[in-house]
């Protein structure tokens, strides 16, 4: 049985997937993932607010300029903008992606070794990304209108419950063609990819430091978040108030025709920088909470 795990040791470690351990039901491990969701957004809010004003205006020249203006006009409270409504759909968010590619992954584990081929990996990922937009979709747009406010009057702000009263239910999943474009293909690479790395750092005991962990997940974060950078551009601007494209595919043809490929991948750098420590710490917690639900 792989050690257990110590929060105040850096060193301390969590056990491989490759152990056969203690079986935790989905509805705990959807408990797990929310909250290790709720520390991970939490900790990474400020970068993200940096990332969607990039993204969804041309006011800003680079990341440092647009945290700068977003700084100087709102304080430090403007960088936590959204956080409490974001928070709220955090938890099925991330329950959901985390939980339902952990119980996939154990469903298509047949031979019980914890081991998994990469077709497989990617079917598991992948329907945690379909899952999860049910999610998704309806939080990154409250969180999108509720970012981008900066720019408006004060008196035209509007709170998180005028903002989901505005978009009523169907407005709620505008932009769900492109969430999914951008979830799905995020989930195949980031899971397979930071299995791959934290199977690297396994022990022969089964074990993996808590370090390893955070690296794995910030690997498999940043690249997975680089790769699907142009879907993420087309969903927020899909999303943002007063859009007026006909649709995913008028929305990509209108960005490209504007900018290039420069323009698809805009915001690529804060975009990582937001994913990168988001799901190392996610991950790290995720980890920490299931190797002591599964030791005891």
Known sequence: ???????L??????????????????VAK??????????????TFPIDIVKTNLQSSSAYSGPIQCFQKLLAQ???????????PTLVGVIPEKAIKLAVNDYLREALDTDGTGVLPLYKQVLAGGGAGLCQVIATNPVEIVKIRLQTQ???????????SQVVQDLGLRGMYKGTTACLLRDIPYAIIFF??????????????????????????????????????????IKTKRQMKGATYKG???????????????ALFKGAGPRMMVQAPLFGITLLAFELQKSYMESH
């Open 9 to 26: 040791n850096p060193g301390a470690s969590v056990p491989s997937a490759q152990v056969v351990k203690k079986h935790i039901p989905l």
């Open 192 to 233: 397979p990819t930071y299995a791959t790395i934290r199977d690297m750092g396994t022990d022969k005991y089964g074990n993996v430091s808590m370090p390893h962990v955070v690296f794995a997940g910030c690997v498999a974060g940043a690249a997975a978040a680089g790769i699907v950078t142009p879907a993420d551009v």
């Open 74 to 84: 709102d304080g430090i409270r403007g960088l936590y903008r959204g956080l409490p």
């Open 1 to 7: 049985m792989a050690t257990a795990v110590s929060t």
């Open 248 to 262: 995913t595919i008028d929305c990509f043809q209108k960005v490209y025709a504007e900018g290039g490929v420069s």
């Open 150 to 160: 900066n720019r408006l009057p004060v008196a035209d702000r509007m709170t998180a």
């Open 30 to 43: 959807l408990g797990v993932g929310g909250l290790a969701g709720v520390v991970g957004v939490s900790a």
